[in-house]
DNA sequence: TATGAATGAGCCTTCATTCAT
DNA sequence: GATGAATGAAGGCTCATTCAT
């Protein structure tokens, strides 16, 4: 039914991220779908639409997600495993959704001029969300349970996002396999680091 | 002499991190620099010339800084002290330059394309030297001194610059005061982690 | 049975006057007609198709009544009744077919492009035959009987029409009842000019 | 100096009259000066914008112009002559600057979309000062030494600009020749039904 | 050094039109 | 009768760039 809609946004999500908003052309976005550029405005009603259209897809997916995440950490025991099974959403271990991370993550640290002040505001309330519903609660948890350290549980927080997001650079210029591993180095040392080994 | 050289150079440093390197008018970076758009020719091949002008600089900048940090550090006496000299200077601890700290940030994960290559293994380049000459010396000197655990180097060089890239993100996002914080914070984390606590 | 097509004509006719031919959207008719653009060319060739109809039909209205005004003159007596007849039709002194007037004179006054040649002609068409079957012959009878000063009749036709075209502007920028009264004044006006007074 | 402007101006007026404000096309505009149509931007900000000083200008002219009207007026004793003066300067009856003329009254009659409401009342401004300023007050003081009728001022204005409004049509269609003779036709028709002939 | 003026290339967008369904 | 989808042609506009002064 939506097909055309629907790889017009694939294909523009793809140009977005590799070109940016400004760096993408229409015309380029229609000959990946193979249409003529006039047809984009049968869909969309403009660039800017487009991109925002896009833009709340990713949001309203990373909102979704966070349920799912809840429900996962929620089936498993440890905080170990349930720390773990966070740390492999952001990290994006599986390299699975890449062009859509890559795109949320190029939105979120340089985003287009015309949506840089809603595009801060959702980050921030989600990133908000992510720590109240699913790390913090997981941390202390662990904490209370004796499997982690009684550190500071906003450290810990402090730590995890800023690994998480060093992965993000890693993830441009490492190979796949070298990405691999170093998510795994990275997870151990952090492992490591809180749980209380004694 | 070259007065209006650098006022140029430094408007569009600015314009370039704000608007990324399409989004950046060159209207806009003469404006600012109160000369009208055509007397930039006169300084300036071109934008992209000015550009890679710009990205050399940064380039040739921080390769320079390599050897004043492998100076620093020999001057200092412990593995604690110097690791935390590297933390500093790449963190932008006390915020003294990020403006250009942005621009080789983004130039590094979204260059413009037709850079691409170049700055990719300008990058790699640089990160490999600065492993070589800085942080893999340092390391394996703390861990020969005992000062910090025998971890496996490279495992923790990972962690090092993981951390550190992560600290970038947050520096778009938190306000000042808060970065301050958590450098702090991850930096003792970091600590903790690696030091031969006996 | 051409229900749709006589809505399209009306929407048409409506924004034609508003806008003009050029500016007139094909979307904007399709909408007041709550149907798709793309429908439209069931009923009509063409934008400019569905103007020409539009145009011949006002000019074939315009013709069919001057047969009309021609009858109801004969069943009127003096000549005052019957010049006060033509500047009522003239003047829409009623407001009845206020679109249709204007659609008629905007298309006279400033024609599409494509269409002026033949409306310039329609239009001379027209005004000779009004001349030459309605106004001459009134005002000719009127003088004849002494009913009117003996004047040069062309000049009382050019004055005649001078004044029923001028209050076409009044139209456009009088309040309706502003423009009623003006119309009585200019009437009385014109008609003590060139009525025989003793 | 403002050269190539002045002549922008000049072909856009043209046009503008021509076609309409939104017939005219800027290549065309541009064509007609010799130049490209990117170059028109140095010059104006858009075409809205030109078409906006365009009508500035005239309506700065208008009134400027009714202040000259005002002196011309002073120095005529009769008021045959006054009425007559303003009578040829609204009729254009030296056919002198007919291209500004139309200019403003196809604005006048069907301004473009974005300009209704300031045209509007710009219109209505004008014709109350020239109601105000010149109209009345020679009428007025014709009918106080007795070279008028004693006839309702507001009468007469009402049709003076009826008739004069209606030149504006006969502008259109007549031939230069019969135009200058109509002109006279209805100045003198005018004149003398108001004049006090005993 | 700087700029007024102009331009080529290209971009986003609009709009009348077509056509298969 | 009507429409979803697509398109050609063109339109206004932007922007880096040039060049004579």
Redesign the interface.
Known sequence: MYLTRERIKKAALSLFV??????ARLVDIAKAVNIKTASLYYHFESKEQLFIELFNDMRNKKLANIKVLHQQINELGSAKERLFCLYSDYSNRGYEHSEELNFWK?S???P??FLREKI?SD??DY?KLFIDLLLMPVILEGIHSNELKSHDAN?SI??F??????????F??SQPKAYKE?IV??W??FW??IENSK
């Open positions: 590799k070109d940016g908003y400004e760096g190029r979120a640290l340089f287009p001029s801060h980050l921030i990133q450290k402090v730590v996002l800023s690994l998480i997001q060093g992965m993000f650079s890693e441009h210029y170093k180095v990275v151990e040392f490591d680091s």
